[in-house]
């Protein structure tokens, strides 16, 4: 199976150590330090447990100079997407596979899925449909990471905790590529699991994301601290009493309240979410994929979401002023 890794970051390096592993030649299109980095040293990871891999991967700059590939992973930062799906097109074919691993909710979100709203574009995420019409949803997997990893180096990725990942169709259904790549996968050494309703695994997740994310970049305040704060807290669970009563409406569920989530975040101890590692690192903040999408569904499912309305503007403001939206 030919893999191409689109997005040489830490869990597309995670991801591509796993592919290669697996026996599969792994291509990365890349640039700069990293483009180097990757062509005399391969790709490198340090394990959660101390060890090393490294494997040799073929990387380029220019898309068309690898060609059509079996399986694209899509693991960059959803503000960047727009231009990387207009510059895959060389490298998806008739029956290529697109496994997307980002951030908040895909663009693809309502294809096949999502009762009245089913079919609608999200604007958010996707304005005019440049994203759909460049990677049609036929090609998409799906994917919710459930790691914990960072770039030690350009091309060397350091995994600090966690190993799992989910992967499902967009239509629910157990498909045998679905079967075939969780299988491939889970070879390469990540704990696989299959999932018939990915959206109801992308909307949990981002259940937690949608508020600590935002929240953190505002403040500059680790995870523990936002919840230490009775009346910061008091405003996150009232964005997620929004967002859980959305799912509702969409036919995804949660069967939590705010605090049984405030206490799984809490036991990851003091920790800077990655919209608060972009905003230190002056890259443009993931606010539509985590705030906007979920505003836009309000709109759709008719929820009422004036305390993620204020989330949003805030931050979005913010990242306007420092020019990171």
């Known amino acids: 199976m030919k893999v191409c890794i689109y997005g ?93 691993a980002m951030n908040g ?8 899925f999502g009762g009245a709203a089913q079919g609608c574009a999200l604007e958010s995420v996707d304005a005019g449909g440049v994203i759909a019409q460049a990677i049609p949803v036929r090609h998409v ?31 629910g259904s157990r498909s045998a590529r679905l079967q075939a790549l969780a299988d491939t996968l889970q070879r390469g050494g990540i704990d696989v699991e299959v999932s018939t309703n990915i959206q109801k695994d992308i909307w949990f997740k981002l ?6 994310n935002p929240i953190s970049a505002l403040t500059g305040a680790t995870t523990d601290r936002i919840l230490d ?21 969409l036919g995804l ?3 939590q309240q705010p605090e049984d989530r405030h206490a799984v975040t809490r036991k990851l101890g003091a920790f800077k979410t990655s919209m608060l590692q972009d905003v230190e690192a002056g890259k443009p ?21 004036p305390h993620t309305d204020a989330l949003l503007g805030l931050v979005r403001l913010m990242a306007r002023t420092r020019g990171l939206y």
């Open 8 to 100: 040489a970051g830490a869990i597309g390096g995670w991801l591509g150590v796993a592919l290669a592993q697996a026996g599969h030649p792994v291509s990365i299109v890349a640039r700069g330090d990293t483009l180097r980095s990757l062509q005399a040293e391969g790709l490198r990871m340090r394990r959660a447990d101390g060890s090393l891999a490294q494997v040799a991967v073929t990387a380029h700059s220019d898309p068309a100079a690898l060609g059509v590939q079996d399986l694209v992973v899509v693991a960059v930062k959803a503000p960047g997407l727009p231009d990387v799906a207009r510059a895959m097109a060389p490298l998806i074919g008739p029956d290529t596979i697109v496994l997307t």
């Open 105 to 112: 909710v895909p663009w693809w979100f309502l294809d096949g």
């Open 141 to 171: 997997v799906g994917s919710v990471v459930h790691t914990s990893c960072s770039l030690e180096a350009p091309g060397f990725v350091k995994q600090h905790f966690g190993n799992r990942l989910i992967v499902g169709e967009p239509d």
């Open 207 to 212: 259940w937690g994301n949608l508020t600590v």
């Open 229 to 249: 704060d009775d009346l910061v807290r008091g405003f996150v669970s009232a964005v997620m009493l929004e967002a859980k009563a959305i799912g509702d409406q």
């Open 253 to 255: 569920p949660i069967d």
């Open 285 to 305: 903040m993931e606010i539509d994929a985590l705030v906007g999408a979920v505003r836009e569904l309000g709109q759709i499912t008719h929820t009422p979401t």
